[in-house]
T-cell receptor
Framework: TQLLEQSPQFLSIQEGENLTVYCNSS?????LQWYRQEPGEGPVLLVT???GGEVKKLKRLTFQFGDARKDSSLHITAAQPGDTGLYLC???????????WGAGTKLIIKP | EAQVTQNPRYLITVTGKKLTVTCSQNMNHEYMSWYRQDPGLGLRQIYY???????DKGDVPEGYKVSRKEKRNFPLILESPSPNQTSLYFC????????????FGPGTRLTVT
């Protein structure tokens, strides 16, 4: 059974600090997607990583796909209150064309 | 503006009273799905549709029905809601299949008493 585990489940830090959240699995994924969900809204795609070892940057956010394509990380540099939200990772199942979702990391950035 | 719309956004109802949550997308997407989101459990897929008149069960289909008579619309029907269906519901669409980028609606918060 393919599973995606995200850690930590909850993170509260001060503005300006750096942080890393993780998305791990024992299964190999062909790609992983990262979404951010703000309160009262649906998730919005931030990035898709496809190649093992790939690093993608989105302003202060850096996404990395593990070499073995079993894990991914999201690093935020100098976090801002606008980064507050629920960060979700998702990857396609082997058996069909559906996505498996992690439970998410709830991030709060305090001014 | 490309979007997925859901209605209503909030709904409080009583056990057993049939309800429908509508979902519409204007992006000509082939694939549509419904999710429920519960604290600590993340997003769980209820039903999905690969195309008009083609639907299939997701991970948690019990107690729900769907139909896809038109490409743009994918309503979620609760024939006899129960309190354990109290949740935040999201409709989503993607261009081709479920492993493509998902575009989500704003959510419907349902409370069943």
């Amino acid at each position: 059974t393919q599973l995606l585990e995200q850690s930590p489940q909850f993170l509260s830090i001060q503005e300006g600090e750096n942080l890393t959240v993780y998305c791990n699995s024992s299964s190999v994924f062909s790609s992983l997607q990262w979404y951010r969900q703000e309160p009262g809204e649906g998730p919005v795609l931030l990035v898709t990583v496809v190649t093992g070892g790939e690093v993608k940057k989105l302003k202060r956010l850096t996404f990395q796909f593990g070499d073995a394509r079993k894990d991914s990380s999201l690093h935020i540099t100098a976090a801002q209150p606008g980064d507050t939200g629920l960060y979700l990772c998702a990857g396609p199942m082997d058996s069909n064309y559906q996505l498996i979702w992690g439970a998410g990391t709830k991030l709060i950035i305090k001014p | 503006e490309a979007q997925v719309t859901q209605n209503p956004r909030y709904l409080i109802t009583v056990t057993g009273k049939k309800l429908t949550v509508t979902c519409s997308q204007n992006m000509n997407h082939e694939y549509m799905s419904w999710y429920r989101q519960d604290p600590g459990l993340g997003l769980r897929q209820i039903y999905y549709s690969m195309n008009v008149e083609v639907t299939d069960k997701g991970d948690v289909p019990e107690g729900y029905k769907v139909s896809r008579k038109e490409k743009r619309n994918f309503p979620l029907i609760l024939e006899s809601p129960s309190p354990n269906q109290t949740s935040l519901y999201f409709c989503a669409s993607s261009l081709w299949t479920g492993d493509y980028e998902q575009y989500f609606g704003p959510g419907t918060r349902l409370t069943v008493t």
